[in-house]
Structure formats: C-alpha cells, structure tokens
C-alpha cells in the first residue's frame, strides 16, 4: 500500500494578473454572500424572513427624506475621515488615529465657538474655527510621525494611544465648558446667537458638508495620483530605501503626509461641531477612525472607490440600526453586520490575488 | 491621605483583565500575527461567560463547580472561535492583519453589546437585568484564610481564583516561551518563518494554536472583568478602552508576560489613581489623570524606540503574511 | 563511478511558476562518497531543483527516490527523515536566537529543551571537523562566515548525509573559501552525499568530483570533472559557443572628476565603515572596486551620492574647467541643484522588495518627477521616455504600464541603467550591475557602460567578482575592511593578487 495522501492536494500559487472587472465580480460575488448570511443571522434573531429584513433596512436608510439626508451626513463625515487616513496609509503609515485627530479637531472648534463666540465677528469667527481645528488635528498627527521619523518609532501603537489622550483631553474641558454645572455636557453651542455655526445652504442642514467632503474627495484623488506630492508618497510606501535613493527626504514627506493626514481629520472635526452637532462629546467621532481604516482599505486607497465602500458600510449601519429599533434590539446589531461583511471581503481579496489549483496524482503502477 | 490598603488591591483588579490580555496577544504576537482584535475577543469572551452563567442561573439550582465551569467553558469556546476566525483570514486566506483585527473589533465589541442588550428579550424571560450576583459570589470568592492575616491578606489573599490563575498563566507562559521547544520554535516562526520553516516547523500550526491560546487567554481577560471586578453585572461598553491597553502592555513589557505581572498592576493602579488623589471639587482635573496610563504608555514607546536595542524589538515579522512560495 | 551507490534519483522532475517553467522533466543523480556540481546559468533553475530536494516547494510532476526507495518530501521536516540538509544562499536563521538555539530549531529530541546538553553536542560536532562555533552568541552579532558555519554545523547536527549548498563561497574570502572545502572533502570521505550549486568555474574544477548542468530549467548532462574544462562546460550552460573576452577600448582623454581624500565614515552604530579612504574618479574609465561583500563599497558609492553622513574628509566634484565642488554635507537633491549630474544605480537595484507594483512610466519618473514648476507631476516625457528605453534596449514587457515587478531581473536592469543613461550623467556609479543576470543581459549592461565610457562618463563600477573586474575595468581599487589596500591597473593586473590585497594578505599596509 502506498501512502498517496501524503502529497499535498491544493496548490496555491499567485495569480499573475486578473483584470480589474474579474476582481470586482469576486468582491461583489463576496459582498452578495455576505448580505445573504446577514440575512439569516437577522432572520433567526427576529424571526422575519429575509427579504423583509432588507426591506426594511432599506427603509432604514432611505424611508423618508430625513433619513436619507442623515444617510448622506453621516457617509459625508466617514468618508471624510477615511480620505484623511489614506495618504498615510498609501505610504504604510497605519495611523489608526483618525478617531482622536477628529476629537482634537472638534475640540479646537468648540473652545473657538466657547470663547470667542459673540466677542468678534462671526465671518472671523469661522475663519479662526477652521484654521484652528485643521491646525489641531494636524498638531496630533504629526506628534507620531515625528517619532517615526526619528526613531522609527511603531506608529499603530502611538496613534491608538493618541485617542485615548485626546477623549480624556475633551473629557477634561466638557467639564470645564459644563452647562449647567454639573450636568457633565456642554450643550448646544451659542443656541440663541448660533455664533460659529457654519452657514446653511438653503433649508438643507447637511448639504454644506456633503458639498465640502464631495470637493475633498475629487481634490484628493488628484492630490495622490497626480501630484509630485503624492508619488513621493508612492515611493515612500513602496520602499524607504528606493525613496531615499532618489533623494526624497523620507522623514519630511512622513511628517507632511501626517500633518495633511490629521489635518483633514481635524476639518471632519469641524464639521461635525461647526457644521451639525453644535456641542462637543467624547464619542463624536463615534469610532470612525477605525471604520475609516476599513474604508480605505477595502476601496485599495482610490479616493473614488471610497465614495463607495463608505455607502456601504453606512448603509448596513443605519439599515441596521432600523431594524433594532423596530425589533426592539440593541444598537449594537449594525457592529455585528458590518463585521460579517467585512470578514466576507476581506476574505475575497485572496481569491483576487491567489489562485488555487487541484493536484492530479500520477499513479504508479507495478 | 493616600490609603495604600485599599488601592493596591484594587489596582490588582483593573490590572488583571490587562495582565490577561496582554498575556494572550504576547503569545499571539510572538507567533507573527499582530492580533488588534484583542478588544473584541475580550468583550466576546466576556459576553460568552455571560451566556453561560444566565442560562445557568435560570436553572434555578446552583452547584459551586458548575457555577465556575459553565461559564468559563462558554468563554473559552466563544473566544476560541473568534481566534480561529482571525487565523483562517490571516494565515489560509493571507489577509493584512490589521484590518481584519479591527474587523474583529467592531465585531466582537458589536456581539458583545448586542447580546448584553437583547439577551433578556431575546430568551423572554422575567429578570429585570443582568445581573448574575450568584454566579458572581463564585468567582469572587477570596481565599479562605485572607481574613486571617490582616494587611497582607488584604494586599494578597483577597482576590478571585481566576487572579491567580491569571498570574500563573503569565509565569508559565514566559517560561514556555523563553526555557521549552515549543517555545523556542514558536519564536523563530514569529521572527523569520522562512527560516523556520526550513527547519521544518510547521508555520500555520503554531500560528493557529499561538493565536487561538492566546485568543482564549485574553477572552478570559473578559470574563474576569465581568464576574469578578463588575460583580457579574455587564453594562454595555463598560469593559471601553481595555483591550487596546492590552496591546500597549506587551510593547510596555517588550513581549514578557512575567514583566506583564507588574506592569498590569502598575497599568491598573494608573487607571484608577484618579480616584485616590485628593482633588476637592474640581472633577474636572480627574479626568486629566484619567490619561496617566496612555501618556506613559506613549513615553514607553518612544524610550524604547529610541533605545533601539535588538533584542527588545517587536519579532521581525510581525504583521507580515508567510507564503512559502513568494518569490 | 559503477561502485557508487546513488543516494538521490530526480526522475521527470517538472515544476512550474505561474506560466514560467522553472525545471523541465530534470533526471538528476547524486552518488554517496562524491561532490556533485550543479552548474548552470541565473534563473536555469539549479535553486529550485534542490528546494524540491529539501521540501522547501514541491515538484508539480515526477519521481524522487532516495536511496533506492520512492520519496515524498512535502516539507522541510520531511526532508530531514530522509537525511537531506540544505545550506541555502540566503542564510535561514534567526538573528535574535543563539547559534545553539538555531541549531536545535525545529528538531523533535525527546526530553527537555537543556541548552547546555546542546552546547556540548555543537562543540563535539565543531573538534570533529575543525569549526569554530560560540554555541551562546547570538547570531545578529555573527560575520557571515561564522554564520554560514552555523548553517553547516545545523545540517551536520541533524544527522544529513546529503547536503546541498547554494552558491556556499559567494560571501567568503578565499581563506575562508579553502576552509569550508577542506571540511567539505572531509564529509565526502566520511560517505556523504554532497551537491554544490555554484557559477565559478575555477571551484568546480577545484572542488567537485562530478559535474551536472542545467539550462533554461532542462537538465543538459553531467560528467566526471576530471574529464572536462571550463570551456566545454560554459558551452554546456549557455548552449552555443561563447566568448569569455569582455571588450575593453583604452580610456580617451581621461581626467580627475571627482576626488575623495581622506574619506571616513561611521554607521549608525558607530562602527567604522570607511577609513582613511583617498582615490580619484577619471572621466573617460571605469574604475572597479573589488573587496569582499561588506567592506564598505556600498558606504563609498552612498557617501558620494550624497547618501551617507560622513564622519570625516572630502568628495570633490571636479568640472571641466578645473572648478571644484565639495559634495560632503550636501544631500541628493541639493547636489543635482548644483548642475552635478550623478546617476547611481543601486546595489538593491530592484529597492522594491514585496511590492514592485510601479509601472515602467511611473519607475522612469523616479529621478525626474521634481522636474518643471507644476504641483503636478509631468507624466507624458517619462512616457516617451520609458517607450525609448524599451525600444533601445531590447526591453521585454508587455507595455509601459506594466508593473515592474512583472519583469525579469534582466529587463530591470536594462529599464534602471537606461533610466540613469537617460539623465546624461557625467559619473555614473554602479553596485553589482550584471548580479543575477544571464550572460546575454550581463553582455547588453556591460556593452551599455562602455558605451557611456567611451562618452567621457566617469563609471565606477563595484562587483563581487574578481575576475570580472580584472577584465572590464581600467583600473580597480581594492577595498579591505573599509580601508584602501591597493590600487592597481586593470589590464595586466594579476588575479590571484587582487584576491590576496581583498584580504589585506600580501597587500600593502597602505596604498
């Protein structure tokens, strides 16, 4: 007898080249699969069949006009934080600090609006927000980044810690800010003088932002695919070595990727205090910075494909968080969707890159 | 007057869920894979326990063994899956690591909150809350003579059983890592598989079981947290930012659970040192102390990377898929 | 050869990646008691045929039978059953662990895991054959002999009779070359089974019993060594007759470009890289730099790139007209803004490790892309200019667009050197320029250099072999320990002298 089993049956090896429309239809082939599995957890916890789930999550997302702004607000500001991280990323940078660059960013618009709301005009007043909380989430980006590019110091550990400072740094102030004291929150902002709110357009409260994140999202694509900037970034992720050797400065271009990187977090800040929450909390943010990531990554950093992967996953959150509500259930639910979709396309991407083949035994005989 | 009784075992207690994830994710990590749903598996690992002990409890009859078992079974076999979900993506399906962890974050807190929100409604039953006092009492329950012995019983005798399980689980693991085989192969897979495959170890094994142990160890973490420190009572969120200190602990103690022990106990005692320190009536400087543990957690990090000495640095390929046959 | 028994039979051995065929239906023996030499050019496919031997891939189609019995090696450890160890070109071990620690990795001893019990075994194994071996330094603290002699030490421990060593002398002086043979014919007379993967001639006529060839990943034949010549057996490897003669035209009007005195350099560490190093770069030659690997050629050519901070000394760029530029202290980008036109291509050429994904475009931009006031970058020149290098060179892509990583090592050599040609140097600096190419390619690059010579370019040009530069360069400045032991001129320089002043051995204290 001999022992076939020993060899190996799969084979793995790398695929050379799928074109581009072959990997989309095995991520959408995934993402279908994932939305049928969501359906089935749905189902066996709310006991409705599945395509009243999606019904209803659709109605979640879109049912009335409000909803379907808010929808809109809400892929406005992930997005926005998502283009933030991507340069970063695209020069393996994992800044996963997005959440306490927006908190920062918040932070400075709150203490402009607080302190100097009423004491000086209100065109100057906005000025100074902006610039304030650019400045700010830039500031806490770069605080990693120059020790990365001093000591090579690990990035994803600084970041991540940077939130925590940050939340605890807001924490702080809403208690110094407190309205009334003791109520441990702000409050609405200025409500009678709404000084420092950033301007409406129309009757629609939302259409500022997604206005300004829609312009964000073309100028970054331009900024990473065209500039010298952003192929310095390029080469930098590429590899340190290659950059160095054709004289770009790898320290500066991390620090002023990181300083752009935060920045932006730091408008998403703004237009989340400034432009619709009027007040600041510790979960403002409300753990975008990490979504971002995700975002960013499952879009392979093209700034027009993240337009895409941020409906997506703001879609199944707000669609979920319908049917809790409807059912009774807790919040929570959107979390455990998203995270079923997104083992689905992560795991997808080896298929996109891989290929397996299955080993045909020769026999021997005699 | 700063009332050293009383704060060291409470230290000891914010210290331990860390001391135990921070303990799971050095394993995981010493085998290559930088595990970041640490926070998830914890909330996971704790919700699981929570399972576990709520059906039990409904039961009505309680025994002392089942009381402990059930939900550390649950724990463990909760926790066990989301390791084995985090391997399948990231060594079989090469996935990059730090997405698939955060994946596992969202997840793994979202299952959390979900079930310790909707468990009651889901299963109909008549309890207000959450609360498994009983099963509880188990896990808390101190050693028998720590009345006896005064200060020192205080300072060391009067925590539950799975404190001291989590210090032993520290002390054997580095032992495992640094004096055993197993240990010495689990090192040369996290630092070069390529080499370590030559020597023919087998890679995906010791990254599935480096990365499952530890997921389970670090579940614990979860369980702990609930049982004993929450007094078996969960709320949602209340477990927060502990996960990811877990992660800062390991580069904190350069990848030495034993380091881990009092680092954890330092960790904790930061933590809650807002308490202790006499502030009068400006609550708002608490929470300037609430950063203490992220702050030095940053210095850590930025000595030791200035430091720069090879042996304390992360194993080399942390966070880097293997295939044998990249070329 | 009828008394020999064989210890490994390849039978219709086939493995393929991707769409390139890396061995074609190879049938190889390795006898007991016999050195083997496989022989063959770069990408013939003599490193995967023996990874299939030590289970590191495993073969899509064929046999392997080990001594006399059919074998299935599916992984490193199966390999180690059947008593094969291989010492692979690229050292596996693990910087941080011990030489002990390495030793025993992955082994299955029963009993505990006693470092000292294993010390003890190492030593025994290092009196037997003549090693030396600290068996508590960590290997991160380890030159590359000793670490290569680690690698032996582990095979040794492991019980092997059939080793396999890929390219085992590229790193080594010819001292530590000597050593490792002499131990070698030691094993072969203990009865072991003992395969050499090398592309120098003059150690598989040195070394070797036996000689088997592969070409294009087809086993090509084998013949006792004793029966053949270097010659023959490069005819074998390249499949047509060939030229051993590299064309040298005589230097045209050379004079001083750049002028280094006094040159010393410190690594992050602190160690010393560079001492007291003084040459002159002429227009019009090429100046080659011998030394064994590490001696501090790369700190040389990056110090005058303006890549390296320099402890001491100094680099002058002189013009034409006698004008005299310091270029110390001065980085990259300020040193092309001075009009100084140096073109540096890389030891790691390739300075793309996993990920390579630029296309041909976006690679030729790497040293133009600041060009031009724009915030944005000019894509249309490098275009054209990526276009003409395919065309000239012979470059063979599917397109401009093309990832880089998708060409062979050849072709991106020819894009990176065409690159640097492309920017008009006036000192052209290259490491290892032909490492790892066939001998068409080497030819094309080596023709390209001329060329770029006999245009005034001052060319320096480091390279690992010896023999290569003796035949190419004007003259060679030999680098031992980071200090200048000699500088000879190229024709009529003696091999074997060369060799003896990289080892400092009979060159002079200083030069």
Redesign the interface.
């Known amino acids: 007898m001999r022992k076939q089993s020993k060899a190996p049956i799969v084979h793995i090896s790398k695929r050379s080249a799928l074109p581009w429309y072959g990997a989309w239809a095995i991520r959408g082939a995934a993402i279908l699969l994932a939305l049928v599995v969501c359906a089935f957890v749905t189902t066996a916890l709310t006991g409705e069949d599945p395509i009243g789930v999606y019904k209803t999550m659709f109605a979640g997302a879109f049912g009335t006009k409000r909803k379907a702004w808010i929808l809109g607000q809400n892929l406005a500001i992930l997005l926005c934080v998502s283009l933030a991280v991507t340069p970063a990323f695209k020069m393996r940078f994992w800044n996963i600090g997005g959440e306490g660059q927006v908190l920062i960013g918040g932070l400075a618009t709150a203490a402009c609006m607080i302190l100097l709301g009423d004491k000086i005009p209100n065109w100057l007043l906005i000025v100074i927000m902006i610039l304030a909380s650019i400045a700010a989430g830039a500031i806490w980006g770069a605080i990693p980044a120059i020790c990365k590019a001093k000591w090579n110091t690990n990035e994803t550990l600084f970041t991540l810690m940077m939130n925590y400072v940050a939340t605890q740094l807001v924490a702080f102030f809403v208690i110094v800010w407190e309205v009334p004291k003791g109520a441990g929150k702000i409050g609405i902002i200025n409500q009678t003088t709404q000084a420092g709110w950033l301007p409406q357009i129309g009757s629609y409260k939302y259409l500022l932002n997604i206005l300004v994140v829609a312009v964000l999202t073309i100028l970054m694509y331009f900024y990473l695919s065209r500039s010298k900037q952003g192929y310095e970034i390029a080469v930098v992720g590429e590899s340190e070595r290659t950059a160095r050797y054709v004289g770009i400065n790898v320290g500066r271009v991390i620090v002023r990727t990181m300083l752009i990187s935060g920045g932006i977090c730091g408008l998403a800040g703004l237009l989340l205090v400034g432009g619709t929450d009027h007040t600041i909390t510790t979960t403002i943010a409300g753990g975008r910075g990490f979504t971002a990531v995700m975002v960013a990554w499952l879009a392979k950093f093209n700034p027009l494909v993240m337009v895409f992967t941020s409906f997506l996953l703001v879609f199944l959150s707000r669609g979920a968080s319908e049917i809790s509500t409807i059912y009774g259930l807790n919040h929570s639910f959107g979390d455990i969707l998203t995270g079923i979709i997104l083992f689905f396309i992560i795991g997808s991407e080896f298929f996109i890159s891989y290929r397996l083949s299955f080993l045909k035994h020769t026999k021997k005989e005699g | 007057m700063f009332d050293f009784v009383s704060f060291f075992p409470r230290a000891v207690m914010q210290g331990i869920p860390l001391l135990l994830g921070a303990t799971g994710e050095t394993l995981t990590e010493k085998s290559g894979n930088l595990n970041l749903g640490i926070p998830g598996i914890m909330y996971v690992g704790g919700i699981c326990g929570v399972i576990g002990a709520f059906f039990y409890e409904q039961t009505g009859n309680m025994n002392g063994f089942l009381a402990v078992a059930i939900p550390v079974l649950c724990c463990l076999i909760g926790s066990l899956f989301m390791g084995l979900l985090y391997c399948f993506l990231t060594v079989n399906l090469r996935a990059n690591q730090n997405v698939t962890g955060l994946a596992m974050t969202t997840f793994g807190v979202g299952f959390g909150n979900f079930f310790g929100g909707s468990l009651i409604k889901l299963t109909g039953s008549e309890v207000p809350s959450i609360a498994l006092s009983a099963t509880s009492a188990y896990f808390s329950r101190s050693l028998p003579f720590a009345d006896k012995l005064g200060v020192f019983g205080k300072l060391f005798c009067s925590y539950g059983f799975l404190a001291y399980a989590a210090i032993l689980i520290a002390l054997v693991s580095s032992y495992v890592l640094k004096r055993t085989r197993v240990g010495l192969q689990l090192r040369a897979v996290g630092e070069s598989p390529a080499t370590a495959d030559a020597a023919g170890i087998d890679i995906a094994r010791y990254k599935y079981i480096a990365t499952c142990v530890g997921s389970m160890i670090a579940g614990l973490g979860g369980l702990y947290y609930v049982m004993d420190y929450a007094c078996g009572v969960w709320s949602n969120d209340a477990f927060g930012d502990r996960g990811w200190l877990a992660i800062a602990l390991v580069i904190f103690t350069i990848w030495r659970p034993n380091v881990g022990i009092l680092a954890s106990i330092l960790f904790g005692g930061l933590y809650i040192l807002y308490l202790f320190i006499p502030t009068g009536t400006n609550l708002a400087v608490k929470e300037l102390y609430k950063m203490l543990p992220y702050i030095v957690t940053i210095l850590v990090l930025v000595l030791s990377s200035m430091r720069n000495k090879r042996d304390n640095q992360p194993p080399e390929s942390l966070g880097v898929p293997y295939f044998r046959e990249d070329r | 050869m009828e008394n020999k028994t064989a210890a490994v039979q390849m039978r219709d051995i086939t493995k393929r ?3 390139v065929l890396a061995n074609d239906r190879v049938w190889l023996d390795i006898y007991k008691g016999e050195i083997l030499a496989l022989l063959g050019e770069n990408g013939s496919g003599k490193t995967t045929l023996m990874n299939m031997l ?5 073969p ?2 064929g ?1 392997i039978f080990i001594n006399g019995e ?1 074998a ?1 090696i ?7 059953g059947y008593g094969i160890g ?1 010492i ?1 070109q690229h050292f ?6 011990t030489a002990a ?1 390495n030793i ?6 029963p009993g ?2 006693n470092m000292d019990e294993v010390a003890k075994k190492v030593k025994a194994i290092c009196d037997t054959y003549g090693f030396e071996v600290d068996p508590y330094q ?1 290997i ?1 603290n380890m030159s590359v002999s000793q670490k290569q002699t680690v690698e032996i030490v582990k095979v040794l421990y492991r019980g092997a009779d059939i080793l396999i060593l890929d390219e085992p002398t590229a790193v080594l002086t010819p001292q530590e070359t000597e050593k490792l043979f002499a131990v070698l014919r030691n094993m072969r007379d203990a009865g072991k089974a003992i395969v050499i993967i090398t592309h120098k001639m003059h150690e598989v006529e040195e070394l070797s019993d036996r000689v088997a060839i592969l070409r294009h990943g087809q086993f090509v034949g084998d013949m006792l060594t004793k029966m053949t010549n270097a010659q023959e057996m490069t005819n074998m490897m390249v499949g047509r007759p060939v030229t051993l003669n590299i064309e040298r035209p005589d230097p045209v009007d050379p004079k001083p470009r750049v002028e280094v005195k006094n040159l010393t350099v410190r690594d992050m560490e602190g160690t010393l890289k560079l001492e007291d190093v003084s040459f002159t770069i002429n227009s019009g030659e090429i100046l080659g730099i011998a030394g064994i690997s590490g001696c501090g050629q790369k700190e040389l050519l990056e110090s005058i ?3 390296q901070p320099v402890e001491s000394g100094s680099i002058c760029y002189v013009e034409d007209d006698g004008t005299r530029e310091e270029l110390v202290g001065k ?3 300020s040193i ?1 803004d001075m009009g100084v036109c140096l073109s ?1 291509v ?1 030891e ?1 050429r390739l ?8 296309d041909l475009t ?1 690679t030729m ?3 133009s ?2 060009m031009g006031k ?4 000019d894509r249309k020149n490098p275009r054209l200019l990526a276009e003409k290098v395919v065309k000239d060179l012979d470059v063979v892509t599917p397109g401009v667009s093309t990832p880089v990583r ?1 060409l062979s090592g050849g072709n991106v050599q020819k894009v990176l050197v065409g690159r640097e040609i492309a920017s008009a140097p006036s000192v052209l600096l290259t490491a290892y320029a032909v490492r790892g190419l066939d001998i068409n390619a080497s030819y094309t690059i080596n023709d390209l250099i001329n060329q770029q010579k006999k245009s005034g370019v001052a060319v320096v040009k480091v390279g690992e072999d010896r023999d290569r530069l003796v035949e190419l360069c004007d003259r060679i400045l030999v680098l031992c320990g980071g200090k200048v032991s000699g500088i000879v001129e190229g024709r009529g320089a003696s091999k074997p002298d060369v060799g003896m002043m990289m080892t400092r051995l009979g060159g002079k204290k200083n030069a």
Do not use: W
């Open positions: 990646f991707g769409t030590s289970g590191i891939y495993f899509d189609e046999q059919e299935v599916r992984s490193p450890r199966d390999a180690f291989m692979h596996k071990l693990v910087d941080v662990l620690e025993v990795l992955g082994l299955k001893e505990r895991l960590k991160y790139a303006g890549l980085d990259p980008l092309a540096f890389p790691d300075g793309m490790g996993r990920v390579g994904s630029m976006d931009m790497r040293r892309f600041r724009s915030f944005f970058t998708r």
